[in-house]
């Protein structure tokens, strides 16, 4: 670890003894186990670093989101960004949670350390179990899903491990970002890899929350879904059938709310065609 993780902080301690497995832009992810020790450390350490631990359990693996610090921005303004993102994200996994959206579980918040503590997902992205997904992915890309995706297995392939159907991935995937807009979260970065299927219970896990707001405008959530639309795309073979499929299970579970969701995001699509003409 860096030096400037060898300072006495609990958290700090944490990120020394956990295994990096993937380094970003903006944050470093890890992979940590928190036990009882730990996690009476974190919470002592809430009081004076606004960070707080949700669940205590003897002993649960736990992905470390570390928004690291930027040297080429002001440390006060760097700090007071960097609290804001990490408490932002927390409070959208909040709500999803508390509006039966499956994300994961959020374990500690140190805003203050700039470190959230995250459900550690077993299963696999959902960009490997549609066609033509996994031929893009990087090792990096893979380690940060969680999903430890060989290279060989992929497609429907990956799908008969988890006992499932095509268009019930697809119908799962509408139904759980449904949810989320229900709940009025966006999550401004809806692709394939930002999607996970749980192993042993089935379950379609939306991750990735760093970009997540609230919003109950009608806008907003037609340009996420023009983002996972684009996302599909560039992604996956034959987009148009799979988008189709995620989109009919959306309009079903939005209900009434569909219509105006519809319009708008016509309008989306017909003012992106117009910025690709113009280039």
């Known amino acids: 670890m860096s030096s400037n993780l060898s300072c006495t902080s609990p958290t700090q301690r944490l990120l020394a003894s956990s295994q990096l497995i993937y380094q970003g832009a903006e944050a470093k ?7 009882n020790s730990e996690l009476r450390q974190t919470t002592s350490h809430a009081d004076d670093n606004d960070c707080s631990v949700t669940e205590d359990v003897a002993v649960v693996p736990v992905l470390l989101k ?4 930027k040297r080429y921005r002001h440390p006060s303004l760097d700090a007071s960004l960097t609290r804001q993102r990490i408490a932002g994200e927390a409070r959208a996994l909040m709500r999803c949670l508390r509006s039966g959206v499956n994300v994961p579980g959020i374990r500690m918040v140190d805003a203050a350390e700039g470190v959230l503590g995250l459900e550690w997902i077993d299963g696999k992205a959902v960009r490997v ?16 899903r969680t999903d430890g995706v060989e ?9 008969v491990e988890f006992g499932m159907e095509r268009d019930d991935l697809l119908n799962m995937v ?5 949810k989320m807009h229900l709940a009025d979260i966006i999550h401004g970065d809806l692709t394939t890899s930002n999607m996970m299927l749980r192993k042993g219970s089935k379950d379609l896990v939306l991750i990735d929350f760093g970009l997540a707001y609230h919003s109950t405008l009608v806008e907003d959530k037609a340009v996420d879904l023009y983002v996972l639309e684009r996302a599909f795309a560039s992604t996956h ?3 148009e059938p799979l988008f189709s499929s995620v989109l009919a299970s959306y309009e079903k ?6 219509s105006a ?3 708008r995001l016509d309008d989306v699509r017909l003012r992106g065609r117009k910025r690709s003409m113009v280039g």
Do not use: T
């Open 151 to 159: 290279p060989d297995k992929c497609g429907d392939a990956a799908l």
């Open 237 to 239: 073979p034959d987009a």
């Open 261 to 263: 969701i519809k319009k």
């Open 174 to 178: 509408g139904v759980e970002i449904a």
């Open 66 to 69: 570390y928004r690291f610090n």
């Open 129 to 144: 179990l549609l066609p033509g997904g996994s031929e893009e992915d990087s090792a990096a890309q893979i380690s940060e």
């Open 29 to 35: 992810v890890y992979k940590a186990y928190l036990r």
């Open 253 to 258: 579970r939005l209900g009434k709310h569909w």
